[in-house]
C-alpha cells in the first residue's frame, strides 16, 4: 500500500505508458532494481509482457527468429518479406516446437499447440502439427523404484532426441518448452539428472531451450527459480515468468534479441503499476530473509 501512495509512482499509475514506444523515464532503472536482481543465472535479456501466455508465445517467437536468421546468415531478404504475407515459405518457414506430453504452456493459439494437460483447453481450436514428446511417468516412493524411474527418463530422453532427428528434414524444431514441475497437468516431476540431459540434448542439436517457469518461478519450490536445483552447467535459453511475479516477460540469452525493431513487439509490453508491486514484494522478501 505505501508503495501505491507513493508520489513518485502516481505518475505511472495515472497515465499507462506504451512501454515499447514510450517507457517512462527511469524505465531501465526500474527493471534492474526489480527482475534483474532476481535473473536466472546467464540471462542479461529481459521482456516483459502481460501474461504468463503471452510471455510464453513470444518467447517461441524469438527461437523462430533465431533460427531462421542462423539459417539466412542475416536480416530478412524481400523474399522473405513478400512471401510472409501470404503464408509461404521461406518468410513463413515450416517449424515447430517440441513440448511434452500433460505440459501446459497458456491458452494463446501457438501456447495451445504446446499445451496437452486437458482437452477442454484444446477442443474445437485449430493446431498446429508439432511433436510432442512423453514426459517421464515417475513411481513412488522414489526411493524404491530408483531403477525403473532411471529407466523411465532414458527411454523418454532418447525418443526426445529421435523426435528432434526425425523432424530435421520437414519441420526443425526450432525450440522445445519444459516445466520444472507439470503443475497443471498433474503435479508430474521428473529428476534434476533428467532435466541436465535434456539440456544437453537441446544445446547439441541447436534447439532452443525453453523453461517456463510461469508456476513455478517466484520462490515457492525453494529456490527463486526450480530450474535452479537442476545444476545446468549451460543455461537456459529462455526463462519465462508471470503469476508470482506479478508482471509478465521472459529472460533471455543476448543472441536471441532480434536485431530489427517491433519483431516482438505490443502495445503495452506489460504493466509497470506491476512492477512496483513487484519491487514492494522483493523488498519484502529480502528485508524478512523469506
Not at 60 to 73: C, L
Not at 155 to 168: F, G, H, S, T
Request: proline share 8%.
Amino acid at each position: 500500500i505505501r508503495a501505491m501512495q507513493d508520489p513518485k509512482n502516481l505518475s505511472m499509475l495515472v497515465q499507462r505508458p506504451c512501454l515499447g514506444v514510450f517507457p517512462p523515464e527511469h524505465w531501465s532503472d526500474r527493471l534492474e532494481n526489480t527482475l534483474m536482481t532476481v535473473a536466472p543465472k546467464g540471462l542479461e535479456g529481459i521482456v516483459t509482457m502481460m501474461c504468463g501466455s503471452c510471455s510464453n508465445e513470444n518467447a517461441m517467437k524469438a527461437a523462430f527468429i533465431r533460427y531462421q536468421t542462423k539459417v539466412r546468415g542475416g536480416p530478412p531478404t524481400e523474399v522473405d518479406l513478400e512471401s510472409c504475407m501470404f503464408a509461404k515459405t521461406p518468410g513463413a518457414p515450416e517449424l515447430s516446437i517440441l513440448s511434452f506430453s500433460m505440459g501446459f504452456h497458456g491458452r494463446l493459439l501457438g501456447c495451445l499447440s504446446t499445451t496437452h494437460s486437458k482437452a477442454i483447453h484444446k477442443v474445437d481450436i485449430p493446431a498446429f502439427d508439432w511433436p510432442v514428446a512423453p514426459f517421464p511417468q515417475l513411481r513412488y516412493p522414489l526411493n524404491e523404484f530408483e531403477k525403473e524411474n532411471a529407466a523411465e527418463e532414458k527411454r523418454c530422453l532418447e525418443e526426445v532426441e529421435q523426435i528432434i532427428i526425425a523432424n530435421k528434414a520437414t519441420t526443425p524444431c526450432a525450440g522445445m518448452i519444459i516445466e520444472p514441475i507439470l503443475a497443471e497437468g498433474g503435479d508430474k516431476h521428473a529428476s534434476p539428472e533428467y532435466f541436465c540431459k535434456l539440456r544437453d540434448i537441446a544445446a547439441k542439436h541447436e534447439v532452443a531451450f525453453i523453461v517456463d517457469e510461469v508456476q513455478t518461478g517466484g520462490g515457492a519450490t525453494g529456490t527463486f527459480w526450480a530450474h535452479e536445483q537442476w545444476g545446468l552447467t549451460n543455461p537456459p535459453d529462455f526463462v519465462t515468468f508471470s503469476k508470482k511475479l506479478q508482471t509478465g516477460g521472459y529472460f533471455c540469452k543476448p543472441e536471441f534479441h532480434p536485431s530489427e525493431s517491433y519483431r516482438i513487439f505490443n502495445t503495452w509490453m506489460g504493466d509497470p503499476s506491476k512492477m512496483i508491486q513487484l519491487e514492494a514484494f522483493l523488498d519484502t522478501m529480502r528485508e524478512d530473509h523469506l
